[in-house]
């Protein structure tokens, strides 16, 4: 309707004049080698996007308190997050079909249930609506459609329509209906608690007009009545009418299914914020929609089968096919059946350790799909917090040095983030250090230049140092370990050994960045 695309051309607006959103792309991954402090900034990112502030201004704010408003965020809903896995799927993302056991009868039924993200679209896709003050709240209403009378044009309707009400039936039953009153059929007894009890004030109602169409809208403001002096229509309620008389099609934002035939019932496809906004009379508009902005985090994005996760959403997340945007695509989910979109204010915040898989690999579909912001080892951050130095080593160029070797023996992608010694803030100590390069450092090493502990001495220093300083020996293997005839099979001139004793020696590290010309030795090798 013309009234949905103001709706959405405000928004618009809104967004290009930075005033409701802020201007970080909708997906971006946050990328680079291990301990770069990637999923540490998606609480910066993330609390930048919904307080619509510069990331710059977040960073230079202490984590502690920027940590705490992305708690308040995430107990909002405002904030979700999710790590991909090997053996994550469509159905935990999106949706999926789940088993119910029925213990009484031992019997096993399926129900489908929606995945984190949709949920999470679903949450964020409920805007804030603000009613006028004349107006009862409805910031969470339910929608409900109503079959006045059969539909079309009905005397019914047009009586309700000048009345300000909806009314139903079923006069021979009592005023009061409960699960237990006799002589009334299943559906009917739904339909009646509908209206009497799961009705509330600040709900939306609609009028059905046919099977496609509506052609009233409006707030309920009063509770059940019981009229007895109507011998046909007894039973009513207040309400507002925002919108009357006018024919609209609503089978889109059904997800494609036409209208019950029932008396009342539940529209759950449909939010409220969508039906008021096909109210395209301005003087009855007495609402306004306000988007705030939603963060999905995925920790180690790259390591899902982005294919198999995604799904038909591999489409739906790019910024010009939002929901409310000009080319907005939408895709009928396949257990559910249900049309679905992507909120234009949820934004998807990725991390990608680069060391694990490499961004050449990755799925070119999410590539195209993503804005990437690298994040490479940072020694200025361990000189801002003051784990730079133990004793008078000079931890922040002894990390450089080892990158340096690195990007020449492996590549800029394998490189060692400076979040690993961040401890060292606290616990400046020869022990701190011994046991962050014993569990971090080494392991990750061995992992880079699997079976290759030469490289891993060169990158150590350790092929220029005296024995009593190396982290990994060299030995030669002696001559008389193995006898008779070996053939041709290719025996190794030496053994390596990690000396963990001189993890505690403050000269192993002091040496790791002197300056020595280890080409010779390389090419020796």
Same mark, same amino acid.
Not at 142 to 158: F, P, Q, R, T, Y
């Given at each position: 309707s013309s009234a949905a695309s103001d709706v959405y051309k405000r928004q618009q607006d809104d967004e290009r004049d930075g005033k409701n959103m802020n201007k970080t792309d909708l997906n971006t991954i946050l990328y680079g080698p291990p301990g770069t402090g990637k999923t540490y900034n998606t609480v910066n990112y993330a609390v930048a996007i919904c307080e619509n502030k510069n990331i710059e201004d977040v960073q230079s704010e202490e984590y502690e308190k920027v940590l705490c408003r992305y708690n308040e965020l995430k107990k909002e809903g405002r904030i979700a997050f999710t790590t991909f896995h090997q053996s994550y799927g469509y159905e935990e993302f999106i949706e999926g079909i789940k088993p119910i056991v029925d213990e009484e009868k031992k019997d096993i039924g399926y129900t489908i249930e929606a995945g984190i993200f949709k949920k999470f679209c679903h949450i964020a896709s409920k805007k804030t609506i603000i009613a006028t003050e004349d107006m009862p709240d409805v910031s969470n209403a339910?929608?409900?459609?109503?079959?006045?009378?059969?539909?079309?044009?009905?005397?019914?309707?047009?009586k309700c329509f000048q009345n300000a009400n909806i009314r139903i039936g079923w006069d021979k039953a009592p005023e009061i209906i409960t699960d237990d009153t006799k002589g009334l059929s299943d559906k009917a007894r739904r339909i009646l608690l509908n209206f009497q009890d799961e009705m509330e004030i600040g709900d939306i109602v609609v009028t059905e007009r046919n099977t496609k169409t509506i052609d009233g809208i409006g707030i309920v403001i009063g509770d059940y009545e019981y009229d007895k002096e109507d011998d046909l229509w007894p039973r009513k309620r207040k309400v507002k009418w925002l919108m009357t008389g006018n024919e609209i099609d609503i089978t889109e934002l059904n997800a494609g299914i036409q209208l019950d035939r029932k008396t009342v019932y539940q529209l759950g496809r449909i939010s409220a914020d969508k039906i008021l906004s096909l109210v395209n009379n301005p003087k009855e508009v007495v609402v306004e929609i306000e988007m705030k902005p939603f963060v999905f985090v995925i920790d180690e994005i790259n390591r899902g089968n982005i294919s198999k996760i995604f799904g038909e959403l591999i489409t739906l997340i790019e910024d010009t096919k939002r929901e409310g945007k000009i080319e907005q695509a939408s895709a009928v989910l396949p257990y559910s059946g249900e049309l679905f979109?992507?909120?234009?204010?949820?934004?998807?915040?990725?991390?990608?350790?680069?060391?694990?898989?490499? !961004?050449? &690999?990755? %799925?070119? *579909?999410?590539?195209?799909?993503? $804005? /990437? @912001?690298?994040?490479?080892?940072?020694?200025?951050?361990?000189?801002?917090?003051?784990?730079?130095?133990?004793?008078?080593?000079?931890?922040?160029?002894?990390?450089?040095?080892?990158?340096e070797r690195i990007t020449f023996l492996y590549d800029r992608e394998h490189t060692i983030g400076h979040a690993f010694f961040t401890k060292l803030k606290d616990e400046p100590t020869i022990e701190t250090l011994a046991s962050i390069f014993e569990k971090s450092i080494i392991p990750l090493l061995q992992?880079?230049?699997?079976?290759?502990?030469?490289?891993?001495? !060169?990158? &150590?220093? %350790?092929? *220029?140092?005296?024995?009593?300083? $190396? /982290? @990994?020996?060299?030995?030669?293997?002696?001559?008389?370990?193995?006898?008779?005839?070996?053939?041709?099979?290719?025996?190794?001139?030496?053994?390596?050994?990690?000396?963990?004793?001189?993890?505690?020696?403050?000269?192993?590290?002091?040496?790791?960045?002197?300056?020595?010309?280890?080409?010779?030795?390389?090419?020796?090798?």
């Open positions: 339910k929608v409900w459609c109503v079959l006045l009378d059969g539909g079309g044009v009905s005397n019914l309707k047009k979109s992507v909120p234009s204010n949820v934004y998807i915040l990725g991390t990608m350790n680069t060391a694990d898989r490499s !961004i050449a &690999l990755m %799925d070119t *579909a999410l590539r195209r799909r993503f $804005q /990437f @912001i690298e994040m490479m080892p940072d020694t200025k951050v361990l000189r801002d917090i003051g784990a730079d130095k133990v004793d008078d080593l000079d931890i922040a160029a002894m990390l450089e040095k080892i990158n992992e880079y230049f699997y079976e290759d502990y030469e490289k891993i001495r !060169i990158v &150590l220093g %350790d092929n *220029a140092k005296d024995e009593d300083e $190396q /982290f @990994i020996l060299a030995v030669s293997i002696p001559e008389d370990v193995f006898e008779g005839n070996i053939g041709d099979i290719d025996i190794p001139e030496k053994k390596y050994i990690i000396k963990y004793e001189n993890f505690r020696n403050i000269m192993a590290y002091k040496n790791i960045s002197q300056k020595k010309d280890l080409s010779k030795k390389i090419s020796d090798e």
